[in-house]
């Protein structure tokens, strides 16, 4: 096995930023917002970086999808310990529309490429937490997958994945290479100590553009509106359990 | 009919992890919110590159994780675990920015410190960044640039790695702004020095394991008969006389301290006897800008909540934000914030290029206390009667606040600094 892992790494509106929609409703304002790498994405990152520190793996690829700005967020895996970095350029224009399934298609590209024993994901990313990522590479690549990682146990030729489900945890052992992807509680990740983000300017990162892997980019989903959610409404106490049945069913809920 | 069973959630698991539920009863050192109006651009910075900006998210993760959970207790306590936190702060590097590599710093110029300085601004509350400042830029720049290898090793390395707190020993009872008047003695007897005196003001005082000391060595001239020396602060006769209980900065602890015929070695010395006025004259560009950068990150916190707190609270009607008086009132501040960061950025971008900054950093020191004070007025009354509780930010910051105009070098001291270099003063 070639020892490498590629970890995708999202480039999204810090969790801490009050989002705000555009007047025109076409989406939410990013110019001049506060951006950091996608929650889940740190978590993996973590997670390759720790097999590489117990040696099990050799080589930890952090790529990222998007215009420019995206090598910032490939800079931040690079201090916590990422290798090397890979940027697959889309124009800003093209990352409007950009979804799961031509990223899907870019990282299958790229894993075939890198010839990667493992793809480590997000579950999903906070903006548009659409938890399809994973699950699409691993079917373009005909893959076995874990998803919502909760616990990884990295042994020769197969990994044992415990993952966070509705009745609560699953254990399955499936076969590398494989893609898994992370659930809030596999681990907590590093913050970069600043030797470390020194050290990273001296990082390699590559440029790659989705032509040369052979992926389109065209998007057959449009987005129509975008609003805001409803403003939340004031409750109202109710005195007995039958007047909350009383007032569920007045409201049309049961 | 309706008959679906489940009541719909219109909030995902993540959103109510990620996202939270902004109450304004929440806990004051609870708050994650970012202020909007100062966003973080990467592109175009005059002074910051993509690495300040990296160190700046790694400081902001170990702030939410490490210290602002425990702000309220330490505040309410008194203190704060020194040593702890600064073992935090050492293995991410931050203690060392601009110090030599070959001590475990960094090699950094100086706009580290400051972007370190400006990120410690999201503590909730003023004593803990004035502490690690004594730490970073206070107590140990003259020792990294003056003192002997043995010295550096045994004090300066362990320092910027945070096994070892630091404090400053200058500020007497009887001499604060006037320094060359301290009557803290180091005589000397054969290899050792023997000080008898005090100091006061001593921020880390009751947990430091060295202090930076400025003592009289010889009878010479003030400026020219004192010296700067390492002393261990566990060494027979230094006496912790009393914690000083102070009106704001209370998570700091901060010490009067009294020597009783205490022996240190005279290698001990940082570089030359008779130089340590000078030394420490040395680094006081660093010292105030350093205390600018912080003061104007709360500033933005400060303005932001209020913003956040006065669009909730309604009177007569309509949200206080909406008053006019209000949200001019804020603007007003948040423009003079504005002009002290871009004075902050200029004087630093002319210093780390090797220029002679002390007027403008006299006048940015000037004008971030007197700036302070201000908006934490203004501010605390648009939150009426509940900025007067110590349940939120505001009135700590307005506490806090009040010993930017005092410390670090006074007002009135920048203003003279100011007036020599107008050339106004009487000849």
Known sequence: MSGRVLVGVKRVIDYAVKIRVKPDHSGVVTEGVKHSMNPFCEIAVEEAVKMKEKKLIKEVVAVSCGPQQVQETIRTALAMGADRGIHVEVSAKEYESLGPLQVSKILAALAKKEEAQLIILGKQAIDGDCNQTGQMTAALLDWPQGTFASEVTLEAGHVKVVREIDGGLETIKINTPAVLTADLRLNTPRYATLPNIMKAKKKKIANVKPADLGVELASKLQVLRVDEPPQREAGVKVESVDDLVGKLKEAGRI | ?????????????????????????????????????????????????????????????????????????????????????????????????????????????????????????????????????????????????????????????????????????????????????????????????????????????????????????????????????????????????????????????????????????????????????????????????????????????????????????????????????????????????????????????????????????????????????????????????????????VSRFYRDSRLISIGGGADEVMLGIICKYMDTLPK
């Not at chain 2, 910027?160 to 000397?188: H, N, P, Q, Y």
């Not at chain 2, 006061?200 to 010296?227: E, F, I, V, Y």
């Not at chain 2, 630093?348 to 220029?355: Q, R, V």
């Not at chain 2, 006048?363 to 908006?375: C, T, V, Y």
């Open chain 2, 1 to 393: 009919m309706n008959s679906s069973k489940y009541i719909v959630f219109s909030l995902t698991v993540h959103e109510c992890l990620f996202r939270g539920f902004r109450t304004l009863s929440q806990n004051v050192s609870s708050s994650k919110h970012t202020p909007s109006n100062a966003p973080e651009t990467t592109v175009d910075h005059l002074i910051y590159t993509p690495e300040h900006f990296a160190l700046k998210e790694s400081i902001k993760k170990i702030i939410d994780q490490e210290i602002n959970p425990h702000v309220d207790q330490w505040e309410a306590e008194g203190k704060f675990p020194a040593h702890r936190i600064f073992k935090i702060l050492g293995n991410a590097g931050i203690l060392g920015v601009n110090k030599p590599v070959e001590y475990g710093g960094l090699g950094l110029d100086f706009s580290y410190s400051v972007a370190v300085s400006e990120e410690l601004g999201n503590i909730r509350c003023g004593g803990i960044p004035m502490a690690i400042g004594v730490q970073t830029d206070m107590a140990t720049p003259a020792l990294a640039r003056f003192g002997s290898h043995e010295l550096k090793t045994e004090f300066l390395l362990p320092s910027i790695l945070g096994d070892k707190v630091a404090c400053l020993g200058v500020s007497e009872v009887g001499a604060g702004s006037d320094v060359s008047s301290i009557m803290t003695k180091a005589v000397r007897q054969g290899d050792e020095y023997v000080i008898n005196g005090g100091k006061m003001w001593t921020t880390n005082g009751t947990q430091a394991d060295w202090m930076c000391l400025l003592a009289n060595t010889s009878d010479g001239p003030p400026h020219r008969n004192k010296s700067l020396i390492c002393l261990p602060m566990d060494l027979p006769g230094v006496h912790i006389a009393r914690q000083i209980d102070k009106m704001g900065m209370r998570s700091s602890d901060t010490a009067e301290v009294f020597f009783d015929d205490v022996r240190v070695p005279s290698k001990n010395v940082i570089g030359k006897e008779g130089m340590g006025f000078t030394y420490q004259m040395l680094q006081f560009q660093e010292e105030r800008l350093w205390a600018v950068a912080n003061t104007l990150t709360t500033m933005d916190i400060v303005i932001q909540e209020t913003i956040d707190y006065t669009r909730q609270r309604k009177i007569f009607k309509m949200p206080v934000l909406h008053h006019q008086t209000v949200h001019f009132r804020l603007a007003e501040l948040q423009t003079e914030v504005e002009l002290l960061r871009s004075l902050l950025h200029r004087a630093t971008a002319l210093f780390i290029k090797g220029n002679d900054v002390t007027k403008l950093a006299s006048m940015a020191k000037l004008k971030a206390g007197r700036l302070a004070r201000e908006l934490g007025d203004s501010c605390l009354q648009y939150w009426g009667g509940m900025g007067f509780t110590n349940d939120v930010l």
